[in-house]
């Protein structure tokens, strides 16, 4: 690790606003902390969100960022990378941003293996907008908008990225902070799309999956000799179900990913200097149009 990059520089004067103990605050650490491992600078990082509690995050990181859309998270950052593929893009957001609203980006972004690194902060709920069921809340589950619980099957979001063709895909808990770090340093190091799938409890809307409820059912697959490049072994995994899930890297491969296939033959990025290149003239003129 270059010993120019320290946490320090990614920490912002803006502090969340997020509620007390709530898990995002264990994310951006660890973001925080992964960033530092790999020793990227913060002007080479750009961080994208869509809506929602954790969507907040790049106000709260000092880097390059956008707020988007609710759901539209992926297209934005896809534009980011294919208009400068020297950034390190990461996503953040939740499930019901991610897996819901933003369900059929996620999937696709996964089948053309964009490298980009999209950190999703699961807490089962739709946290924001005061605790409604979210596509990974469990069948049964109570709430305001199920009052007699869940009738849905959840979505299980590490089995979906592995058969929609994502390259990496990893498990962390906001209880295990130093944990997570590893996992998310491994993540953006990563060539290719890197889902982490994040339990980051809302303690405020949902009184099921709260850190006890995790604590009591996760393991490390690194204490089962899990090999991640095992296909069937790491589905098996990633099924497992409630009682006892998986913490830490499910599944790794290598493709080529879709930023190097369509700068195949090109000069960029090597030889890009940051020019739009337009004239001056041309540039104004789009402006106008723009305006």
């Given at each position: 690790?270059?010993?120019s990059?320290?946490?320090?520089q990614?920490?912002s004067?803006?502090?969340?606003?997020?509620?007390?103990?709530?898990?995002d605050?264990?994310?951006?650490?660890g973001?925080?902390?992964?960033?530092t491992?790999?020793?990227?600078?913060?002007k080479?990082?750009?961080?994208?969100?869509?809506?929602?509690?954790?969507?907040?995050?790049?106000?709260?990181?000092?880097?390059?960022?956008?707020?988007?859309?609710?759901?539209?998270?992926?297209?934005?950052?896809?534009?980011?990378k294919?208009a400068?593929?020297?950034?390190?893009?990461?996503?953040?957001?939740?499930?019901?941003?991610?897996?819901?609203?933003?369900i059929g980006?996620?999937?696709?972004?996964?089948?053309?293996?964009?490298n980009?690194?999209?950190?999703?902060?699961?807490?089962?709920?739709?946290?924001?907008t005061?605790?409604?069921?979210?596509?990974t809340?469990?069948?049964g589950?109570?709430?305001k908008?199920?009052?007699?619980?869940s009738?849905?099957?959840?979505?299980?979001?590490?089995?979906?990225?592995?058969a929609?063709?994502a390259?990496?895909?990893?498990r962390a808990?906001?209880?295990?902070?130093n944990?997570?770090?590893?996992?998310?340093?491994?993540?953006?190091s990563?060539?290719?799309?890197?889902?982490?799938?994040?339990?980051s409890?809302?303690?405020?809307?949902?009184?099921l999956?709260?850190?006890?409820?995790?604590r009591?059912r996760?393991?490390?697959?690194?204490?089962?000799?899990?090999?991640?490049?095992?296909?069937n072994?790491?589905m098996?995994?990633a099924?497992m179900?409630?009682?006892?899930i998986?913490?830490?890297?499910?599944?790794?491969?290598?493709?080529?990913?879709?930023?190097?296939?369509?700068?195949?033959?090109?000069?960029?990025p090597?030889?890009?200097?940051?020019?739009?290149?337009?004239?001056?003239?041309q540039?104004?003129s789009l402006?106008?149009?723009?305006?």
């Amino acid at each position: 690790m270059p010993a120019s990059i320290t946490e320090a520089q990614f920490r912002s004067e803006t502090k969340p606003d997020w509620c007390p103990s709530c898990g995002d605050f264990a994310v951006l650490s660890g973001l925080i902390k992964g960033l530092t491992q790999t020793g990227i600078a913060p002007k080479d990082v750009a961080v994208v969100s869509g809506i929602g509690c954790s969507s907040n995050l790049p106000g709260f990181i000092r880097t390059y960022g956008f707020h988007s859309l609710h759901g539209r998270s992926i297209p934005v950052a896809t534009g980011v990378k294919l208009a400068n593929p020297n950034l390190h893009v990461v996503v953040t957001g939740g499930d019901g941003d991610g897996y819901g609203i933003g369900i059929g980006h996620f999937i696709h972004a996964m089948r053309r293996n964009l490298n980009i690194t999209y950190i999703v902060m699961n807490n089962e709920v739709y946290g924001l907008t005061t605790g409604q069921i979210s596509p990974t809340s469990e069948k049964g589950h109570v709430t305001k908008t199920t009052p007699q619980g869940s009738l849905e099957e959840p979505i299980n979001p590490v089995v979906l990225a592995i058969a929609a063709g994502a390259t990496f895909v990893a498990r962390a808990f906001s209880g295990d902070p130093n944990h997570m770090a590893k996992i998310i340093g491994q993540g953006i190091s990563h060539k290719g799309f890197s889902l982490i799938d994040v339990f980051s409890p809302c303690v405020t809307f949902n009184k099921l999956n709260t850190y006890d409820y995790f604590r009591k059912r996760v393991f490390k697959l690194e204490d089962e000799s899990h090999d991640p490049a095992n296909f069937n072994s790491a589905m098996e995994k990633a099924s497992m179900g409630n009682e006892k899930i998986p913490l830490g890297v499910l599944w790794k491969t290598e493709r080529p990913t879709l930023d190097a296939e369509k700068l195949k033959g090109s000069t960029f990025p090597a030889e890009w200097n940051g020019s739009s290149g337009l004239t001056d003239q041309q540039f104004e003129s789009l402006l106008a149009e723009l305006k």
